[in-house]
């Protein structure tokens, strides 16, 4: 494939819900600009876009990939994204390099949520926008009716360009509302025909709705359109373009993926009347800690984002950049500018799905690979070294979902912290962390199929077999009375023996006050040197687990008299005496359970407002209060029992139809509920 400027390339995403046919139309374009000779099915694992073994296993795409092609003299630069929540990560960073959004809707299904979060995203992006009504030749297929779902969720810039010939099985062509000209595929490819005449009455009302529209976003065209001077297709499309790459005007077209039908129609408006990479001219960036704007210039200095890493156990790490200024050659050596090191990008390549095409260069607006950069992961900017910029960050949704994994065998655990390392690199969502309390290693993702493909590619890609096992509550242990105790240590083994005796008290403090260690030790029963043993002590003692098993927190403990003696008595037999009587004291303290109080925050339609506060209210939690949020939604404040939302990104989704989201952060402890302690005890004993 050649080089191509700026000017003549067009970087785009299809996004959309899972299942509206993203995958397959990338195939469709393929297949009609001639890059492959024949239409893959997503059904059959043999499209050029899903390629990893886990895609073909499901059959859905799990992460983005690349599908360049040529298009009457243009690169078309398709990135195909996943449509399930849990890989939402990929949507987020193809818009982020992308130019244009293609919203590929089902006819049959109509705006899904999938489609409504990925809007969402674009919007905040400021992202030009265009939607292809997919699906026509299926059975319940309604252009109308998808077209007055767009408009009643999106707005009054939803604007069809082209309507349907026919509909389910009758599907056969589209009209173009700028040419009123008719495009036929009964033998496969388009032929021109005129309108046809059951449809000539509607074309006509919608292309004058058209017109109108267009006209008015130009004073020269609105005033010629006024005194009887129709502007010809040329001059609309062109006018379209403007309103396209202002985000103000969000073309419809439709088709067919599997026909294939339209598809062509859908390439050529990408060219005509999608903005170019020109269209970002300046970069808000970050230089000497200072934020400054930036010309992207073809004839500057070469500045590459990556935004997305794709570990291959075979070729090694794999970055897919865009090329945000200058131009870029095989062969040189750019400054990462998060780690300072030099990365020298030896071969430089397009992707088209798994397969690379070496490439000498790739100039400012470009999509390209380089393999085996050493130091460089999703997110970075390279540049030349001395100019210290930084691109702006990727936007990284937060995980909402855990689970405690471990290596199954000591090889396996030998393995396991690099392939966690590369798989974060190709995956920066997935966050593991080590929580000291319950002793388990997490994984956190965006949900049940995201953590369980990590789990496949983990041991796939790096040989590593992991067991998963439910997430533990950290929960932990005080004391509801006062109590005193005597910690005596005592051993005698021939020679110097240990000998030790400490007199403590304990009592409650208030929820959040934590640990107080009270010295009243008076006559020297105790000498000074050995009283931060006993509250040594008392301090592991409490991190070990007191009477139940859980970490102890808010008491204080009043060390108020001991006894020692002169040669057998040291720091480490008052650190027993401590220990030992802790553990007496808590014994008669009456020990409680605390359990961590989570706040939650859950947007969702206001439809779904009582079904979710029934939940909440179900699973123990207190609802703080509502907020009306923009779309017409609704965001449910609550304070709940963490135990209670360890799945809530599962149940959500299902009780939602997946248009809830939640965020959630640890508030408090607060006791357990009497009723709930025998199960949690014995849940605790289980575990030892």
Not at 210 to 221: M, N, R, W
Request: aromatic share 6%.
């Amino acid at each position: 494939m050649k080089v191509y400027p700026p000017e003549k390339i067009r970087n785009v995403a299809l996004v959309g819900h899972s299942g509206a046919g993203k995958t397959t139309l990338a195939e469709a374009l393929l297949y009609r600009a001639g890059t492959v000779s024949r239409l893959g099915r997503v059904e059959d694992g043999n499209t050029v876009t899903d390629f990893d073994p886990e895609e073909h296993e499901r059959g859905l795409s799990l992460s983005l990939a690349l599908a360049p092609f040529e298009w009457h003299g243009h690169k078309i630069n398709v990135i195909d994204t996943p449509g399930s929540p849990d890989f939402i990560a990929d949507v987020y960073a193809a818009l982020h390099v992308a130019d244009l959004a293609v919203f590929v809707v089902s006819a049959v299904d109509g705006v899904e949520v999938g489609t409504e979060r990925a809007w969402r995203i674009a919007e905040e992006f400021e992202l030009p926008r265009m939607v292809f009504i997919n699906k026509l030749d299926k059975e319940q297929a309604s252009f109308d009716r998808t077209l007055d779902e767009l408009r009643d969720r999106f707005g009054a810039g939803i604007a069809p360009i082209e309507l349907p010939i026919g509909e389910e099985a009758s599907f056969h062509g589209v009209a173009d509302l700028f040419t009123d000209t008719a495009y036929i595929y009964d033998s496969g490819s388009a032929q021109e025909a005129a309108i046809p005449d059951e449809l000539a009455e509607k074309e006509h009302e919608v292309h004058d709705n058209l017109v109108e529209g267009i006209v008015v976003a130009d004073d020269d065209l609105l005033e010629r359109y006024l005194e009887g001077d129709i502007p010809d297709a040329a001059e609309l499309e062109k006018t379209m373009a403007v309103g396209v790459a202002n985000a103000t005007v969000f073309p419809v077209v439709c088709g067919s993926a599997t026909g294939p039908i339209a598809v062509d129609r859908l390439a050529t408006f990408i060219v005509e009347i999608g903005p170019s990479p020109l269209r970002r001219s300046t970069l808000t960036v970050t230089a000497a800690g200072s934020e400054v704007d930036v010309d992207l210039r073809t004839d500057g200095d070469p500045l590459v984002q990556v935004f997305k890493t794709i570990a291959d156990p075979y070729v090694g790490q794999i970055s897919l950049f865009r090329v945000l200024s200058g131009n870029v050659k095989a062969e040189q050596s750019l400054q990462n500018q998060r780690s300072g090191s030099d990365e020298r990008l030896s071969k430089i390549s397009l992707m088209v799905g798994k397969e690379s095409e070496a490439v000498d260069q790739l100039p400012m607006g470009d999509l390209g690979a380089v393999a085996k950069l050493t130091d460089t992961s999703t997110g970075d900017t390279l540049s030349v070294k001395g100019q210290p910029v930084k691109a702006p960050a990727m936007e990284i949704p937060s995980p909402v979902l855990a689970t405690a994994i471990r290596a199954k065998t000591q090889a396996d655990t030998d393995k396991l912290a690099n392939a966690l390392r590369r798989i974060q690199q190709e995956d920066p969502v997935l966050v593991v962390d080590r929580n000291a309390e319950t002793k388990q290693t997490l994984l956190r993702g965006m949900g049940e199929t995201h953590l369980a493909i990590t789990v496949q590619r983990l041991s796939r890609k790096f040989g590593v077999e992991i067991a998963t096992e439910p997430v533990r509550v950290p929960y932990r242990e005080t004391i509801s009375r006062k109590a005193q105790a005597e910690g005596k240590y005592k051993k005698q083994s021939g020679g110097h023996g240990q000998f030790g005796v400490a007199q403590l008290r304990v009592e409650p403090t208030q929820r959040g006050e934590g640990f107080e260690f009270v010295d009243e030790i008076k006559g020297g029963s105790i000498p000074r040197q050995f009283i931060p043993a006993v509250q040594q002590g008392i301090v592991e003692t409490m991190a070990d687990g007191g009477v139940i098993g859980f970490p102890v927190v808010d008491v204080r403990v009043i060390c108020y008299d001991g006894k020692y003696h002169s040669v057998d008595s040291s720091e480490m037999s008052f650190k027993m005496a401590g220990r030992l009587g802790f553990k007496a004291a808590m014994q008669d303290a009456g020990p409680i359970i605390l359990e961590p109080i989570s706040k939650i925050a859950v947007s969702v339609p206001s439809t779904y407002q009582g079904d979710v506060m029934g939940d909440l209210s179900s699973r123990r939690g207190q609802v703080q209060g509502t907020e009306a949020a923009s779309g017409g939604r609704q965001v449910i404040t609550a304070l709940v029992p963490t135990s209670e939302i360890m799945s809530y990104a599962v149940d959500l989704r299902s009780l939602t139809q997946g248009w809830g989201t939640f965020s959630s952060e640890h508030d408090h402890y607060q006791e357990l509920p009497s009723h709930l302690t025998d199960k949690v005890v014995a849940e605790a004993q289980e575990d030892d």
